[in-house]
């Protein structure tokens, strides 16, 4: 199932793209990863306005640092491959759009997004895709899934390294935290979170459905290294991985700054645009400002 004339773009446009994905991590620059970042925006937003549902918002958030850990940072072939999972999977728009546009499916198979059918569920499931690492669907459940791929990686020695992504609600969740002690307790150093940190879920401001500050402190107190950095800043970002990647003997946690709609202004920290798709006006709209940006 795919859609050949989904995102496609100006000559232009697929010049450029073509040009950063045949160069190495270490070539792609800033301004690659920022047209990157406005594709994945993109793509997104078409994706869930043609499917009438799903989560914009945390998807437009999250798409600088997924830009980043796709293009930079991510090994995706071989038997040590990198995996990524992803905890709060309502948001599997960016990866799904990070991963066309990586090479891993045809970009214009994000059109099926959410069908009967497809691959892309709107949550990930690898019953319908064994690509995507994880099944999701209740919050939470994600570091104790990462926790335990990277233990059984340790044990048959394989170099692979475990990327989790992860949402400030659902440290709301206890599992989390029964989690985040085994983790430390089983000092895995192989297993690299990132929280999305934006103070915004389904019901509202996360401080006032239930307050889960001070984030830091708490996973320290479990034995954890914690940094905070900006989730729109690419040297923010490639510090921030690099930190992670360095292995101190104890687990590590990211918990990135982002803004929720990041990139359309009437979407930024509105919480109505955690699970709303856009009309066909908003849909306009937002297209415009994400091309201008990119």
Same mark, same amino acid.
């Given at each position: ?51 009438? $549902? ?80 994880? $099944? ?30 992860? $949402? ?127």
């Amino acid at each position: 199932m795919s859609t050949p004339d989904f995102i496609v773009g100006d000559e232009a446009q697929k010049q450029r793209l073509t040009e950063i994905q045949n160069k190495k991590p270490a070539d792609i620059s800033h301004d690659d990863l920022k047209f990157l970042a406005a594709r994945i925006r993109q793509n997104a937003v078409e994706m869930v306005f043609r499917a009438n $549902s799903g989560h914009p918002g945390g998807p437009l958030g999250l798409a600088d640092i997924y830009a980043y850990l796709y293009f930079k940072v991510m090994n995706l072939t071989g038997e040590n491959r990198d995996r990524l999972l992803i905890s709060n999977g309502h948001v599997c728009a960016v990866r799904y759009s990070a991963m066309a546009i990586r090479g891993q499916f045809p970009e214009g198979e994000l059109a099926t997004f959410r069908r009967v059918g497809s691959r892309l569920q709107g949550h990930p499931s690898t019953k319908f895709f064994p690509l995507v690492e994880n $099944s999701s669907g209740s919050l939470g459940q994600g570091l104790a899934n990462a926790s335990g791929l990277a233990l059984g990686l340790r044990l048959q020695k394989n170099t692979g390294r475990v990327f989790l992504g992860m $949402s400030d609600g659902e440290c709301q969740e206890g599992m989390t935290w029964e989690a985040a002690m085994a983790a430390a307790h089983n000092k895995l150093t192989n297993i690299h979170p990132f929280l999305d940190f934006n103070n915004i879920q389904i019901d509202g401001k996360v401080e006032k459905v239930m307050g889960i500050e001070p984030l830091d402190k708490k996973f320290a107190g479990f034995g954890w290294l914690v940094r905070v950095a900006d989730g729109h800043d690419f040297g923010a970002i490639a510090d921030a991985f690099d930190w992670s990647l360095k292995n101190e003997g104890t687990p590590k946690m990211i918990l990135f700054k982002t803004v929720l709609g990041k990139g359309v202004s009437f979407m930024e920290n509105n919480p109505d645009w955690h699970g709303s798709p856009p009309n066909q006006k908003d849909r306009d709209a937002a297209m415009q400002e994400l091309a201008t940006a990119s």
